[in-house]
Every structure is written in C-alpha cells, then in structure tokens.
T-cell receptor, first 109, second 115 residues
Framework: GQNIDQPTEMTATEGAIVQINCTYQ??????LFWYQQHAGEAPTFLSY??LDGLEEKGRFSSFLSRSKGYSYLLLKELQMKDSASYLC??????????WGAGTKLIIKP | ETGVTQTPRHLVMGMTNKKSLKCEQH?????MYWYKQSAKKPLELMFV???????ENNSVPSRFSPECPNSSHLFLHLHTLQPEDSALYLC??????????????FGPGTRLTVL
C-alpha cells in the first residue's frame, strides 16, 4: 500500500526554527508537495520538490531525498502566524496525489 | 486569495435533507476536484473532473452526486447523508490532470454537519 507519515503535532517557540518531517512509501514518485492550512481555511501551496536537495523560499525551505523516501519542511524565525497544519503530499506513478494526515504546528510566545 | 470559492462555508443538515455545495474557480483551470477532510486523517479524494468529464470516482457512496456544468463550476449534491459524513469538504482546481504533476489550488471548504 501507499503511505505518508508525518508527526501529528509539534510545538515550537516564536523566533526559533522547526523541522517537520515526512516519510513516504509510494508506487513511483513524481514529486512532493507541502501545503499550509490554517484552521478553517484552504490549504495553500508552499513548495514542490522533484529533485534531491534543498529548495529555499524566504523563511521556509523544503528538502527531498528520493533514495530515503524522505522530505522535511524547515521553518525559520517562527512567527505566531505560522501556527497551522502542514500537509505533505506525494505524486505517485499514476500522477495521483497521496496525502499525509498533516502536522499541526503550535507556536508559543 | 486562492481564486477558488466555495459556498456555503457552513452547512447543518438532517439525514433526510437534500442540499448542494458549490465551487467556482477563477483561475482558468481545466480540472476540478472534491475532497473530504476529516480530523487527523489524510485528505480523501472523492471526484475528479477534467474538461467537464468525470475521470475519477473513488468508490464514493451514491448519496454524494457531483455535477460539473463547465470547467469553472463544480457542485456536490447531497441527499440522505449519515452523521459520519460530517467533515470539511474541499474543492480544488488545477491546470490539467493527466500525465503531469500539477499544483492544486484549494477553496476554503464547506464545514458540513449531519445531524
């Protein structure tokens, strides 16, 4: 079967750095997405990785290792508004999106 | 602003009611999706439409009936729902679906409660 694993919940402090991990076992791989979803709102696109390595976008970076079936989302200089759920999704060999259950990130002052 | 709107944002219905959810995208996309999101579970893909044609139906019960009159509008008709159908229903759109990886853009969802 296909599976995406992410921690259910994480807590971090304002101004700090947090890393949210995602591991996957899928039939094929055609890319990995990260989305941010604030409570009661739409998931919004954060990043897309298809090649190994680190992609940086301002305070957010996403890393991919295809050989390890592993990705992480790195958030720097945390702000209270970063409190949200972060969804990892993998595109399989049929170009279907396989979703993780999401990681709820709680930022404390 | 995502360019995908959904109405209503909240809906409470009894098990014998009939209601419809509406989604509209203003992004010029050709593919539209319905997802169900339950607490602490992955998004569940329900239906996919590509150029108004249904290309995916993930074993969804017949009490959910989709309709896609054009590439910009998508409806989900609901009848005789069960309490376990209570969830957030998300609509998404993308440029195309087949043979390529495409970014999906989501609406804010309809929070459905079935009594």
């Amino acid at each position: 079967g296909q599976n995406i694993d992410q921690p259910t919940e994480m807590t971090a402090t304002e101004g700090a750095i947090v890393q949210i991990n995602c591991t996957y076992q899928t039939s094929g791989f055609n890319g990995l997405f990260w989305y941010q979803q604030h409570a009661g709102e739409a998931p919004t696109f954060l990043s897309y990785n298809v090649l190994d390595g680190l992609e940086e976008k301002g305070r957010f970076s996403s890393f991919l290792s295809r050989s390890k079936g592993y990705s992480y989302l790195l958030l720097k200089e945390l702000q209270m508004k970063d409190s949200a759920s972060y969804l990892c999704a993998v595109v399989d060999s049929n170009y279907q999106l396989i979703w993780g259950a999401g990681t709820k990130l709680i930022i404390k002052p | 602003e995502t360019g995908v709107t959904q109405t209503p944002r909240h809906l409470v219905m009894g098990m014998t009611n009939k209601k419809s959810l509406k989604c509209e995208q203003h992004l010029g996309h050709n593919a539209m999706y319905w997802y169900k999101q339950s607490a602490k579970k992955p998004l569940e893909l329900m239906f996919v439409y590509n150029f108004k044609e249904q290309t995916e139906n993930n074993s969804v019960p017949s009490r959910f009936s989709p309709e896609c009159p054009n590439s910009s509008h998508l409806f989900l008709h609901l009848h005789t729902l069960q309490p376990e159908d209570s969830a957030l229903y998300l609509c998404a759109s993308s440029l195309r679906t087949s043979g390529e990886t495409d970014t999906q853009y989501f609406g804010p969802g309809t929070r459905l409660t079935v009594l």
